[in-house]
């Protein structure tokens, strides 16, 4: 009875239509595993697909529809120009880092076809090729900044852009310029200059706009760029002053003209007022690569000191004498110990402890900066000669490279001697910018001041022989030295805009 009621309840329309659902989803089911999935794999994302990307941007993901076959991926990828990199992939997103950045001034292609998807290749006999892709990408055109010292440039902050071969002056002739900071997206520059009528111990702070767009696109304007002041000096007097990474943060020395000892770094914070660090004073300074902290000279060492008032210092690196640069990761930096029998040593200390003495000298190390990829570092040294006809003793400059893992150093650049150079390493790491007295015998004789260069390179940017730019090529695929560009142009400060 209970067995006829059951099969009964079969009988009911609805159940029929259940059974007959179910059993067309089965069939269609079956039909879907036999024949497969048919679109094809393809990117969803390319995460720098028509962008302008500078070399911050360390890495790109593209992203696909599935999971796919690495191996093909990556056979296929190609890149114009070459780029090179290294590949890593977490499910159906694969990074690519290029071992150095993109070159400035270029636009690349990104193509891939020919990949496979990882299943499909694993249950059908016919592979299906990815959905071809193209993707495209820029980079900033090369541009740099320096401080003209001729003619109408004289003293004034003057943009140049070498694809263009176009100058364009920035600051007023009412004002000298002593040195500038570019802002990471270009757009402004930050400098100390001193107002006609005025002396060297009344420089102001200033902030003038490049004229350069969101786009990287260099504005047509017949106007004066507009100059802002950020900081007077009616109650301080300013001296050297540096600017974040991130732009967020400057700090400037500055002394009280009336409370005889107070003197330390001002911190000014984008939109808020100037405030003292209240800090123990110190020497040469720079901002650490996170923009969170400073490294000053106190003492007999560097103190890497918190942006907040009266704090104790984060870290000590006692016996350097001071910190010359930074590599981008943050986590190594250059710094010179002054030894006791009146040499120096270049050392290179990261944030394991490591101490490694790079090189030692007689003379004066005037500058260091390390390449993009943080393998070399660049290095502005001098040779102690004498002069004998005049019993005299004068440094002569040149630029070296040292292998960090070797500390091999090689002599890339002789230059004359002279008061003051400097340089500067172009951010895709494909040159060197300085600042060179030319190489002949008149300014040989011109510059043959015997005054210390390093003492010489703090003087106000007068040298005594105006010095031209100089573009040298570094990032040469063979051994031969770099063949310097000197460039129709006199200036000193020069600087690559990032």
Known sequence: ??????????????????????????????????????????????????????????????TFNRPMDRDSVERN?????????????SSRRMSYTPLSPATYGQNYSLSLENAYDRFGNESRQQKTAIEPFTGNFTTPSPRFAYIGSQAEEQGRIVLYDVLQKQK????????????FRVYPDRQKIIFGAIAAGEGLLDQKIYEVATGIDASDRLKDSELAPEVKLILGSDQYQNFKFDLSPDGKN????????????RYGLWLIKDGETP?????QPGGDFMFTPDSASVAIAQGEGVAIL?????????????????????GRSGIQAATIKFNQDYTRSLYLVNNQGLQKELTKIKGSILGAQFD??????YCLLTDVEQDNTRNLFREKPYLAVINLESAELKRILELPPQREVQFNIAPDG????????????????????????????RLPRSPATPTKLVILPINQANNDLPQPNVLPMFGTSPKWLP
């Open 275 to 279: 405030r003292s660090l209240d800090n």
């Open 1 to 62: 009875m209970q067995s006829s009621n059951l099969f009964k309840g079969f009988n009911q329309p609805i159940d029929r239509y259940a059974i007959g659902l179910a059993t067309v989803l089965m069939i269609a089911i079956a039909i879907l595993i036999g024949i497969g999935d048919r679109t094809l794999p393809e990117v969803k994302d390319f995460s720098w697909q028509n962008r302008k990307i500078d070399a911050t941007n360390i890495s790109f993901v593209l």
């Open 168 to 179: 364009r002056i920035l600051t007023p002739e009412s004002l000298a310029v002593t040195d």
């Open 77 to 89: 990828l190609k890149i114009e120009p070459a780029l090179e990199g290294k590949i890593s992939w």
């Open 306 to 326: 918190p942006l907040e008032p009266q704090s104790p210092p984060l870290d000590f690196l006692p016996r350097f004498g001071t910190v010359l640069g930074f």
């Open 250 to 261: 400057i700090l400037v020395q500055r002394l009280d003209r009336q409370q005889v000892g």
């Open 430 to 457: 494909q040159a060197i910018l300085l600042n060179s007295a030319v190489p002949s015998s008149e300014n040989m004789d011109s510059n043959s001041n015997p005054a210390d260069t390093a003492t010489a390179s």
């Open 372 to 377: 993009p990829q943080e393998k070399n570092l």
